[in-house]
């Protein structure tokens, strides 16, 4: 296995994917070049050969919404179905974020939504549950942490093949886990305060940009790091 991850892209918006890009190489402490970068929107993954990554991104997306059922969702769902379906038969280290949280939820059997009282847009606290704090990917971090969000679709059940790892009583269900090495998570570990502000700026129709409300989410980093080590010893069995 060689030392490459895959992005796997949502986006339809450039700015924004370059963006998502030099977010995840930042916080993972990579290079560009470590990263192969795909689109979903347009590009079939079923090809893909999950033996070639050490790990897989799937990240989310200001103009897409699960619960829409567009032909563009149609034809995302269509082109990871067979990577999604392989990722989980190895257990290959993965993060799926926001959208992707929405698309793995939807994999697994779960109805995936647009209620405005789960709805969260900016800075928040997530909770960890006591799974969490004995799992790898959230080693080092305290039980409370601060997070950015941006999303009006979740999930109302945890999916029955996963492990609760985080959760707030806003959006109860933010972070879980399948098998060893695969994680979804409702929130942007990859993104700072900065980061936030950039994007729903982009989004100001769509999201809450009331920059008072905003605060810096520094211990998400860890959890982009933590990744590495776990994507890291896999790597080397």
């Known amino acids: 296995m060689n030392s490459d991850i895959a992005l796997i892209q949502f986006r339809e918006d450039s700015e924004m994917a370059s963006h998502e890009l030099e977010c ?19 590009q079939d993954l079923s ?3 999950v033996e070639n990554f050490s ?9 897409i919404s699960l619960s829409d059922g567009t032909e563009v969702v149609k034809t995302i769902k269509n082109n990871i ?17 926001c959208l992707g949280y929405h698309l793995f939820s939807d994999y697994l059997g779960e109805s995936v939504t647009k209620n405005p009282k789960q709805s969260e847009s900016g800075t928040t606290k997530v909770y960890l549950t006591s799974n969490a704090m004995s799992d790898a990917l959230f080693s080092g971090i305290k039980k409370q942490l601060i997070v950015q ?10 999916p029955k093949a996963a492990v609760l790892l985080a959760e707030n009583p806003r959006c109860p269900i933010q ?14 570990p990859e993104l700072q305060k900065k980061d936030m502000l950039f994007r729903l700026n982009h ?12 605060k810096e989410s520094v211990e998400t980093l860890k959890i982009m790091k933590n990744f590495v080590k776990i994507y ?6």
């Not at 179905?81 to 974020?97: C, G």
């Not at 969000?149 to 945890?158: F, G, K, M, V, Y």
């Not at 972070?175 to 942007?188: D, G, L, P, T």
């Not at 890291?232 to 069995?237: E, F, L, P």
């Open 81 to 97: 179905k067979i990577l999604i379906l392989r990722v989980v038969e190895f257990d290959v280290p993965s993060l799926f974020i």
């Open 24 to 42: 995840v190489t930042r916080d993972l402490g990579i290079n560009e070049e470590q990263i192969t970068v795909y689109n979903a929107t347009k």
């Open 203 to 214: 989004y100001s129709e769509k999201y809450e940009t009331d920059k008072s409300k905003f």
């Open 149 to 158: 969000e941006a999303h009006h679709d979740s999930i109302q059940n945890l």
């Open 47 to 49: 090809s893909i050969k």
């Open 55 to 63: 790990a897989f991104i799937f990240g989310g997306s200001g103009d």
């Open 175 to 188: 972070a879980y886990r399948v098998k060893k090495n695969i994680y979804a998570m409702q929130f942007h």
């Open 232 to 237: 890291q010893k896999k790597s080397k069995k």
